[in-house]
């Protein structure tokens, strides 16, 4: 055994502790390609082994990266990989499919380096005989020149005496990753944001913060973000409130209601300036059957007092009111801000059929006011869809089936805390294929948009607390780990992101390229190269499992792409 190991491992592996990293082509990456304007990631896996010249049990050591590529420094970024405590990895019943079911630590945070004393170098902190694993990420330039971009990785230790090295490369295809047109929404709760970093609510400070969680999203792919109109009424146990988030001010007149959209506007503009293109405005009744209306506040007669929350009716006549004289002037709004076509609203999450009635109630008294933006909604049960009374479904991926048979157009999908049997999820006791094959599945059944409700949630289960989220990651006790954020809220106030959201990037990508080669050749092309070397049909629920499948077809994809460029430009 060496004093200094060095391995370089592909993306897709999460070495758990006292895991060696094989050395087959399951996890190990020399060479690999992207395209240009991708991010593309390996990791680096790096062991100090402790003998009796060593003297103390830990080493320091400076990791240095060399290219010949000029301004590597300004789109190459490297991240530790931390374990964090699962008390929940999986809920009783699983498939075979899962890294671990049993509690302990897993991998998932990516937090930054030390930085080395020149540049491209970083300092590493290394624990006798225990791998620690480091996140290499490019962000290939959209004018990068085609070809390989070597890298010469060299480790040493601190005093200088040890020292190992590896050497990778990325071929960048000479295309261009096309824009993301995939409606991809990730929850945002601004409230959390507040709560964890204990500023107020639409405070400068508040606004800053949301500011840079919103960036890391979208620089991982997020384009639609949910807009609290009102406090969302989601994750809230009845009776109960979150911390009021608010952007549409309300007053309380004399003969009816007055609204100003000032911080609403704010909040567009602020998001819009981030690359963000789509909104959905926040639940207009209570999730899981719209029986009320959200904790809405105003001013009457001076003072601020809530009007509307658990105790309103929803289908009651004051709060019809509110909302005939709420929705045209928020409508129009919209449309003077140039939203047209990019804003959607939603009545009640997850309804059932049970609710069926009372959600056709609610969404008869917005309807009217709503024109051409469409009403969207959580709904997997496809009998409740038959009725017609969710227009735009949005069905769970275990749930999808009869949507797809019944050929729905422009289909969603989502998943949650309730979709870890067979299909694709982010739970950290997941291996990151099941979390990256959801791209390809998006492809193949032409899925326009897809929705996951956990990017910074940082209570407990409705909503009854708070947590810490580098210590519980499963809503205390409520859900797998992981199922409920995405990004961690890092000491600095900046989001620091998960292997999990990485992946998912990594997934949006795939699906992108796809697209790419479908535009160059056709469809059957394309649906072929992902077939050629399977047994049966990918569906949601049925797909590969391993790693190697999945970056194999990726780089087939790549290299077809890379012919496919070269015939045009040479016919041309």
Not at 131 to 152: M, S, T
Not at 454 to 474: E, M
Not at 497 to 523: C, H
Not at 545 to 561: D, F, K, T, V, Y
Request: charged residues 20%; hydrophobic residues 40%; glycine residues 6%.
């Amino acid at each position: 055994m060496e004093q200094l190991e060095l391995r370089c491992i592909n993306s897709l592996v999460k070495l758990l502790p006292g895991q060696d990293p094989e050395t087959g082509p399951e996890m190990a990456v020399g060479h690999w390609s992207a395209l240009r304007g991708e991010k593309t990631a390996i990791q680096l896996a790096v062991r100090w082994n402790w003998t009796e010249q060593s003297g103390w049990y830990r080493s320091m050591a400076n990791l240095k990266i060399q290219s010949p590529v000029a301004g590597l420094a300004q789109y190459l970024s490297i991240r530790r990989v931390m374990t964090v405590p699962v008390r929940m990895p999986a809920y009783p019943r699983y498939d075979d499919h899962y890294l671990t079911v049993e509690p302990g630590l897993l991998p998932d945070l990516l937090t930054s380096l030390e930085a080395g004393p020149e540049p491209l170098s970083w300092i590493l902190r290394l624990p006798d005989r225990q791998w620690q694993v480091f996140w290499l990420e490019i962000d290939v330039p959209a004018n990068q020149d085609g070809g390989p971009l070597p890298l010469h990785l060299l480790v040493e230790a601190e005093n200088g005496a040890l020292a190992v090295s590896a050497s990778v490369t990325l071929d960048v295809i000479p295309a261009s990753l096309p824009r993301q047109e995939l409606r991809r929404t990730e929850w945002f709760y601004a409230d959390c944001l507040a709560d964890y970093y204990r500023v107020p609510v639409f405070s400068e400070d508040h606004w800053q913060i949301m500011a840079d969680f919103i960036r890391m999203a979208v620089d991982h792919g997020v384009n639609m973000l949910l807009t609290p109109l009102f406090t969302p009424p989601l994750d809230t146990a009845v009776g109960k409130e979150r911390t009021t988030v608010q952007l549409v001010s309300v007053y309380r007149t004399g003969d009816g209601w007055r609204f100003d959209f000032n911080l609403l506007k704010r909040w567009i503009d602020l998001a819009g300036s981030l690359g963000v293109r789509f909104f959905e405005m926040s639940h207009l009744y209570t999730q899981w059957g719209a029986h009320a209306a959200p904790k809405i506040l105003a001013e009457v007669e001076g003072e601020l007092r809530q009007v509307f929350g658990w105790e309103t009716d929803a289908a009651g006549e004051e709060y019809r009111g509110f909302l005939a004289a709420l929705l045209p002037e928020l409508t129009a709004r919209l449309r003077e801000w140039g939203l047209d076509g990019r804003c959607y609203f939603h009545v009640s999450d997850e309804p059932g059929k049970q609710h069926l009635r009372q959600y056709q109630i609610c969404k008869d008294q917005i309807k009217p006011y709503l024109g051409d933006f469409p009403i969207i909604d959580a709904l997997s049960d496809f009998d409740f869809y038959e009725t017609g009374a969710v227009e735009k479904p949005i069905p769970a991926n275990n749930h999808i089936e009869p949507f797809l048979e019944a050929k729905v157009a422009n289909l969603w999908t989502y998943y949650c805390c309730g979709q870890y049997l067979d299909v694709s999820n982010l739970f950290m006791a997941m291996p990151s294929s099941r979390n990256r094959i959801l791209g390809i599945q998006l492809y193949l059944y032409e899925i326009e948009g897809f929705l996951h409700w956990g990017y910074n949630f940082y209570n407990n289960q409705t909503s009854l607390g708070r947590i810490n989220p580098y210590l519980v990651n499963d809503a205390d006790g409520a859900f797998p780990a992981g199922d409920a954020f995405l990004v961690y809220p890092g000491a600095d106030r900046q989001p620091e992101p998960s292997i999990r959201l990485k992946v998912f990037q990594e997934g949006l990508s795939d699906l992108r390229a796809l697209l790419l080669l479908e535009s160059l050749t056709s469809r059957q092309v394309v649906v072929d190269l992902i077939n050629q070397d399977l047994t049966e049909p990918i569906t949601f629920s049925r797909y590969p499992h391993q790693a190697a499948w999945i970056l194999s077809l990726r780089e087939r994809i790549n290299q077809a792409i890379a012919g496919a460029v070269t015939c045009k430009s040479q016919s041309s």
